[in-house]
T-cell receptor
Framework: EAGVAQSPRYKIIEKRQSVAFWCNPI?????LYWYQQILGQGPKLLIQ????????DSQLPKDRFSAERLKGVDSTLKIQPAKLEDSAVYLC?????????FGPGTRLTVL | AQKVTQAQTEISVVEKEDVTLDCVYE???????LFWYKQPPSGELVFLIR??????QNEISGRYSWNFQKSTSSFNFTITASQVVDSAVYFC???????????FGKGTRLHILP
C-alpha cells in the first residue's frame, strides 16, 4: 500500500513570495490533515478535511494560508505571501479510522 | 486545555543501554487517547502506539514498552537494549475521545551512540 505522498520535499523562497505544497493521501482515506512543524517543536494542526469539507481550520492563519481539497482526494496548501516565521516542515497526514499516517513532509525555508 | 510535556529535550546513551523517555500530559477530559510517534532523520512520523484512557495496562512490543499511569498523568516510553537505528526524535501526543485533533509534545531527540 502506497503511503502519503508530498511534493516538493524542499522549497526555498524569499519572504513575500508565494508557495504551494501538494499532498496525495493514502487511497480511500477520507480524512486529510495539514500540520506545521517548526524546528524543535512538535507538529501543530493547521487544517483538517473530511472528504472535501473543512472540519477544523481554527489554527490556520487565514490571512496568508489557504488549503483546498476539491475532489476529496489530493490537497494543496498555499502560503501567500510568505513570512520568515513560516519556515518549517509542512506535514500531510491521512486517516480512515483513528490512526493517522504521515507523509515525509515539505521543508520550507523563507529567506 | 490539553497539553503534553516532554521535559527531556535531548538524550544520549550508548548502544545496548536501556533508555526511558518521559511524557506528562494535561487534559480535563476523562476519556482520551495517548500516542507515541517516532520521527527519524527522513522526517516522516512513524506511529508507534495508541493507548486509550481506560486501559492502564503496560504494553510491550519487542524492545519497546510503555508505562501508562493515570495517577501521575504520565505515559513513559522505554527502549530496552537500544540500537543505533533507534536514534530519532520521539513525540508523545494526546487527543480527546472522538476528536481527530492530536496535540503533540515538543519531542525528545534520542541519540544512540555506537
Amino acid at each position: 500500500e502506497a503511503g502519503v505522498a508530498q511534493s516538493p520535499r524542499y522549497k526555498i523562497i524569499e519572504k513575500r513570495q508565494s508557495v504551494a505544497f501538494w499532498c496525495n493521501p493514502i487511497s480511500g482515506h477520507a480524512t486529510l490533515y495539514w500540520y506545521q512543524q517548526i524546528l524543535g517543536q512538535g507538529p501543530k494542526l493547521l487544517i483538517q478535511f473530511q472528504n472535501n469539507g473543512v472540519v477544523d481550520d481554527s489554527q490556520l492563519p487565514k490571512d496568508r494560508f489557504s488549503a483546498e481539497r476539491l475532489k476529496g482526494v489530493d490537497s494543496t496548501l498555499k502560503i501567500q505571501p510568505a513570512k520568515l516565521e513560516d519556515s518549517a516542515v509542512y506535514l500531510c497526514a491521512s486517516s480512515s479510522t483513528s490512526e493517522q499516517f504521515f507523509g515525509p513532509g515539505t521543508r520550507l525555508t523563507v529567506l | 486545555a490539553q497539553k503534553v510535556t516532554q521535559a527531556q529535550t535531548e538524550i544520549s546513551v550508548v548502544e545496548k543501554e536501556d533508555v526511558t523517555l518521559d511524557c506528562v500530559y494535561e487534559t480535563r477530559d476523562t476519556t482520551y487517547y495517548l500516542f507515541w510517534y517516532k520521527q527519524p532523520p527522513s522526517g516522516e512520523l512513524v506511529f508507534l502506539i495508541r493507548r486509550n484512557s481506560f486501559d492502564e495496562q503496560n504494553e510491550i512490543s519487542g524492545r519497546y514498552s510503555w508505562n501508562f499511569q493515570k495517577s501521575t498523568s504520565s505515559f513513559n516510553f522505554t527502549i530496552t537494549a537500544s540500537q543505533v537505528v533507534d536514534s530519532a526524535v520521539y513525540f508523545c501526543a494526546l487527543s480527546e475521545w472522538g476528536d481527530d485533533k492530536i496535540i503533540f509534545g515538543k519531542g525528545t531527540r534520542l541519540h544512540i551512540l555506537p
